[in-house]
């Protein structure tokens, strides 16, 4: 088996009590004020995103939904989710949220390299996902593998980013990345509109 890549090399985010934070898998308890946080960092549009199509009506990857706290308060997330990329099984990422005001404490790099690791962790191949390269490629992303892959919606191009867990996971791949999660009773879509007209 080749080794792992970028994510296990990677030491994950502090967790001690003496910490700024701690990264901790997602609870139902943290729903509200993870979507409070999603709506203050992508506001109302956030639903209309392509992305989103992927995520719409589906849970995501088992072990793979992360929450960082401080000072027993929510401040950001990160979830992963099931896709086939142009037939080949892998992860899509995102959002990556943090609140604003913990921005300087380097949240969004720790919820990334803790995510990458437990996706590793769990046997997966590839991560994709849409968002600016020069952010994401200390995390082992690149445009290199996602040139004939396409999105159900409108992308840019140069955001479509993917890093391998396992060296080839996506060499030769092309076509549409598709949801292939479990599916939920309601779509969280749904439930933000009933949520908003209430």
Not at 101 to 127: I, N, P
Not at 183 to 196: E, G, K
Request: aromatic letters at 6%.
């Amino acid at each position: 088996m080749t080794a792992v890549k970028t994510a296990m090399t990677v030491p994950a985010a502090p967790t001690s009590e003496a910490a700024p934070f701690a990264i901790r898998a997602e609870r139902p308890s943290d729903v509200a004020a993870r979507e409070a946080l999603l709506d203050v960092c992508f506001g109302p549009g956030r639903f209309a995103r392509t992305c989103q199509r992927l995520r719409d009506g589906r849970k995501p990857a088992e072990g793979l939904a992360f929450v960082a706290v401080r000072r027993g308060k929510v401040v950001g997330t990160v979830r992963l989710w099931h896709v086939s990329a142009g037939g080949r099984p892998a992860l899509m990422l995102g959002p990556l949220a943090v609140d604003p005001a913990s921005r300087e404490l380097g949240l969004g790099a720790a919820l990334m390299r803790h995510a990458l690791t437990a996706a590793a962790a769990r046997g997966h191949d590839a991560v994709v996902l849409l968002g600016d390269a020069p952010y994401y490629a200390r995390f082992g992303f690149s445009a290199g593998k996602t040139a004939a892959l396409a999105m159900p919606g409108p992308f840019e191009r140069d955001r479509l980013l993917a890093c391998e867990l396992r060296d080839g996971a996506l060499d030769g791949v092309t076509g549409m990345i598709a949801a292939t999660g479990s599916t939920l009773a309601q779509p969280r879509s749904a439930v933000a509109a009933t949520r908003r007209a209430a």
